[in-house]
Nanobody, 126 residues
Framework: QVQLVQSRGGLVQAGGSLRLSCAASGRTLSNYAIGWFRQAPGKEREFVAAIRWSGDSTYADSVKGRFTISRDNEQDTVYLQMNNLKPEDTAVYYC????????????????????WGQGTQVIVSS
């Protein structure tokens, strides 16, 4: 089991940027893929992006070209850089860890993740 601690989110205007971080506490993130998910009010939790230990990444179509996931293996931290934010990006964002095989259909499935961060609110105003 790995504990994940997320940075604070915030309020940003449409078109703005925000970076979220997700740090491991008490255990290294090596051999884990880390995913970012988000959940808007009244909606299902949805996949945003994921990154494996080697740096390979995958994104939801809705954020491609705007969001970038990265990781610092020495610091056991994963980042989600969000640019050109839109009001529809408003949600609680969660990071999560998995050791499932690196296959897009698996790492984009929230049910494949065992350990979750505490969530952080991102609000994008129009």
């Amino acid at each position: 089991q790995v504990q994940l601690v997320q940075s604070r989110g915030g309020l940003v205007q449409a078109g703005g940027s925000l970076r979220l971080s997700c740090a491991a506490s008490g255990r290294t993130l090596s051999n884990y893929a880390i995913g970012w998910f988000r959940q808007a009010p009244g909606k299902e939790r949805e996949f945003v992006a994921a990154i494996r230990w080697s740096g390979d990444s995958t994104y939801a179509d809705s954020v491609k070209g705007r969001f970038t996931i990265s990781r610092d293996n020495e610091q056991d931290t994963v980042y989600l850089q969000m640019n050109n934010l839109k009001p529809e990006d408003t949600a609680v964002y969660y990071c999560a860890a998995t050791r499932v095989a690196w296959i897009a259909v698996l790492v984009s499935n929230k049910n494949m993740y065992d350990d979750w961060g505490q969530g952080t609110q991102v609000i994008v105003s129009s």
